[in-house]
């Protein structure tokens, strides 16, 4: 069998302080897989942040840990639940909430350039920061409401929204 060198612990934290481990793994994915699949369930909770934290084995003191990720929880410009989940070392953020899906990220290509979108409309756009990013998923998120629909109900009508947000 073969020795471990290193583990992956995710852990959350509610808003009470109270801090929620979700297991210790052998590998980032399967650390990562568990993190993702309980941020899912955030809109259900009370939540402030989350991280993923690496441990060595066998090494004394603070060398031993290494923060991989943490996260920080925030408002949905599109659906309005706490369920964004931005990260803080990148230019990242997803919301976990029930038929949403909005995202934020840093172009791959071009540096002074950050992504954002929303999956169920297929709407993409690229802006020059993570704040004017914001500002357009909340003028979608805006668009959506005005148009009768509502984000959170995954049976809202996605070729209404799609006409609503295309007449601008």
Partial sequence: MEQLSRVFVPTVLETSGNAIGLGCF????????????????SEQMSLDSASIVIWDIDVIGHDAMTELTNLVVRECPVCQRKTMWFDLDQYSAICYGTACSAWIEENLHEKDIIDCGFPPTQYLKQTKSIDEAITELTNLGNKIRSAGEDVTNSMYNQTDVSQAISND
């Fill in 26 to 41: 052998s590998t980032e994915q399967v650390a990562w897989q568990v993190l993702r699949s309980f941020l899912k369930k």
